[in-house]
């Protein structure tokens, strides 16, 4: 490891850190967060705690829920919790209000979306009363597993063939029978940034339906649902929106969909008079629809309070500092760590990267344990990538350039 290594301009990788630092747009922002001495960047797994979430619990627990109680669905807002939070996470996926409904998990969301989109195309066994022959669903082959489990799940209950393809494979892959494709914005293990707007485009000119899955993006990046015409796309809140563990994901119905979007989910939290109590279900209008049963009131508060770290944020400054923060750890891996002893699978373009970098090397288990015990927080995907993800509102350069520096002493 060249632990003084100097630019052609004589500056060392350390001093362009703190230069760097110096003049960070988002550099304020970090002190809403609770952090330690470690270097932390895991934050495409689990995001920081903001500082405002523990009294926001505390005033929920004590007063809401202990003093208020039932009487908080009204006087507190939880009722409308759902819609209330998904309008403070539209602009920062690019959503205008009242297309994002938060509740459930992303799983769930992403059963319902699947779902929903086949139906919205008039395919699967009920293609053929409708008049059509869309029978097909689409999935990225490169998904994390539980997309591709509960893409095989819609399937089988509406009749269709699941077809996995690559992303980049999915325009030639679309023909008649396509009802919906489901794809992810960013790749989970290599940080890739799939091209959403032409992937869209091209499966809205098919006639299909575009489930997009946010997990890895929102938060990180400029999502664009309404610029580029999304149909639906679900997200979770514990990565870069810092919502917590388990925190609610949320669905986003375009709102030219939604009179039309049908929920294999069903509840009364979807129904148009949910306290009726009537035995036919006649969903409500617009994103509601996309609710099901009680709202998890806690963790969703929870959420909310950590949603306001994005007060006077701007996802285009987020977006600049993530690329930035990508490229100097490029920079300062291949010069702190051996050559040859790691590979980058993650696009060195920054128009096809996430807010994350995956490095190739034997033993990526053992190599990320030593890490973490010298307080470089990372993650490990089997076989043998170490996962380092990047989150805007709290990392600092100089953070960048101690991780690669402890990695480089490990070789």
């Known amino acids: 490891m060249s632990e003084t290594y100097t630019d052609s301009g004589g500056t060392s990788l350390a001093e362009k850190a703190a230069a760097l630092d110096a003049v960070d747009e988002l550099g304020k ?3 809403q967060f609770v952090l330690d001495d470690t270097v932390y960047l895991d934050g495409n797994s689990l995001g920081a705690l903001p500082r405002s979430v523990p009294g926001r619990i505390e005033d929920v627990v004590r007063r809401q829920w202990g003093s208020l109680r039932i009487r908080s669905w009204d006087e507190s807002g939880w009722w409308t919790a759902p819609e209330r939070i998904g309008d403070r996470i539209a602009p920062l996926v690019g959503a205008a209000p009242g297309q994002i409904v938060v509740g459930d998990s992303t799983s769930v969301n992403v059963f319902k979306a699947v779902v929903g989109a086949v139906r919205l195309a008039g395919g699967g066994a009920d293609g053929g009363a409708l008049g059509g022959t869309r029978d097909e669903i689409l999935v990225d082959a490169t998904t994390f597993p539980t997309d591709g489990y509960i893409a095989a799940s819609a399937a089988r209950l509406t009749g269709c063939t699941l077809r996995p393809v690559a992303p980049e494979e999915v325009p030639d892959a679309l023909g008649g029978r396509t009802a919906a494709v489901l794809l992810n914005h960013v790749d989970y293990r290599t940080g890739r940034l799939h091209d959403l707007p032409a992937l869209t485009a091209a499966i809205r000119e098919a006639g ?15 999502v664009g649902l309404d610029e580029h015409g999304v ?7 514990y990565k870069y929106l810092n919502g917590g563990p388990g925190s609610p994901a949320y669905l986003y119905v ?3 969909h939604q009179a039309r979007f049908d929920s294999p989910l069903p509840g009364w939290n979807s129904h148009a008079d949910p306290f009726g109590m009537t035995p036919d279900h006649v969903p409500a209008d617009g994103a509601l629809r996309g609710r099901v049963g009680t709202p998890d009131i806690l963790s969703m508060l929870a959420l909310e309070a950590a949603l306001e770290v994005w007060d006077d944020v701007s996802i285009e ?12 750890f490029l920079e300062c891996v291949a010069e702190y760590v051996p050559a040859g002893a790691l590979e980058s699978v993650t696009p060195g373009a920054q128009g096809e990267r996430g807010s994350q970098v995956a490095l190739r090397c034997g033993d990526a288990g053992g190599v990320m344990r030593r890490l973490i015990e010298r307080g470089v927080i990372g993650d490990f995907r089997e076989p043998d990538i170490l996962r380092f993800g990047f989150t805007p509102l709290y990392v600092g350069f100089g953070d960048v350039e101690r991780a ?8």
């Open 208 to 222: 299909a339906v575009s489930v997009w899955d946010l997990c890895h993006s929102a938060g990180a990046l400029p």
């Open 231 to 237: 149909d639906l796309a679900v997200g979770c809140t």
């Open 254 to 256: 375009r709102r030219d």
């Open 404 to 411: 690669a520096g402890v990695l480089g002493g490990l070789f």
């Open 317 to 328: 400054a987020v977006r600049r500092k993530s690329l930035a923060l990508t490229d100097f």
């Open 29 to 31: 922002v970090r002190a």
